[in-house]
């Protein structure tokens, strides 16, 4: 697997693959790998002769008071883990390689509508943040295809949003949540959690399964769902950023007419943000 660090190297290498009529897939991470992105990396392999893998804790992405200090950085571990799924290179830009003239002076990318809502609402600028960076490493890696994790719902939207937007030449993909035994989303924040924790945490899985089952059944009485969904993980000792059934499409609060659905939800177990979303077909 080729370690990088520079954009020139990066493109010097995607380049040579070209030239040998080698498609490449990509993988964006901010790193402190687990099974969730090496499914994503598995999925791009499966897909493509060639896969990048970046591994950049976005500061444009994170509010003033949130965690990038302390989100995990886990290099050697990372690399490992991606050798040992086949990845065949992977780039660890510098934030002075991502930004040279600084945040402040950075050029953005920003998708209306669709970023203003549920974690776009929560941390203000984040999609900003995420879909400049996305931008930029589309750019540097040139990939026939791109693979996120289905977990970061509204994301993906987002990203798919772009792509579309900007006449992007790459497919995205996005892949199912990967989770832990007890139905908890896999995520490096995670590691946050206490083992205590994280076994309470497994209930927004619980929970998210019986507002399916009551949609399936019939129930569209969405904001009853919502609210008992609400008091039984706060009686658990979870503070409640959002939880709401809404359109697959528009992300708004889902109607009696729709028929795809999505229940978006985030819950703070601690200071720890946990979120997690569930797709149902009416």
Not at 24 to 49: E, I, R
Request: with cysteine; charged share 25%.
């Amino acid at each position: 697997m080729k370690v990088i660090d520079s954009i020139s190297t990066l493109r010097q290498t995607v380049n040579a693959w070209r030239r040998n009529g080698e498609s490449v897939g990509f993988v964006p991470t901010m790193g402190n790998l687990h099974d969730g992105h090496l499914k994503l990396v598995k999925k791009a392999k499966s897909h493509n002769d060639n896969v990048v893998v970046s591994i950049f804790v976005n500061p444009m992405q994170f509010g003033a008071n949130e965690d990038l200090d302390a989100y995990p950085r886990t290099i050697e571990e990372d690399k490992a883990k991606l050798i040992s799924v086949g990845a065949d290179a992977v780039f660890l830009p510098s934030v002075a390689e991502m930004y040279p003239a600084g945040l402040d002076a950075q050029t953005f990318v920003e998708v209306p509508g669709i970023s203003d809502s549920h974690c776009g609402a929560s941390r203000p600028g984040h999609f900003r943040g995420v879909a400049t960076v996305v931008t930029k490493l589309f750019n540097m890696v040139q990939p026939d295809d791109a693979f996120f994790g289905e977990k970061d719902f509204q994301q993906l939207q987002v990203i798919r949003a772009l792509a579309r937007d900007l006449s992007m030449a790459v497919t995205i993909h996005g892949v199912p949540t990967e989770r832990e035994a007890s139905g908890l989303a896999m995520s490096s924040r995670n590691g946050y959690l206490s083992e205590e924790e994280k076994a309470t945490a497994s209930a927004i899985y619980e929970e998210m399964q019986r507002i399916k089952a009551g949609i399936e059944g019939g129930n569209i009485n969405f904001s009853e769902l919502e609210g008992a969904m609400v008091a039984n993980l706060e009686a658990k000792g979870f503070k409640k950023d959002y939880c709401q059934v809404v359109n697959a499409s528009t992300f708004k609060a889902a109607t009696a007419n729709d028929k795809e659905l999505v229940l978006l939800v985030a819950m703070f177990m601690g200071k720890t943000r946990l979120i997690d979303n569930l797709q149902i077909t009416r």
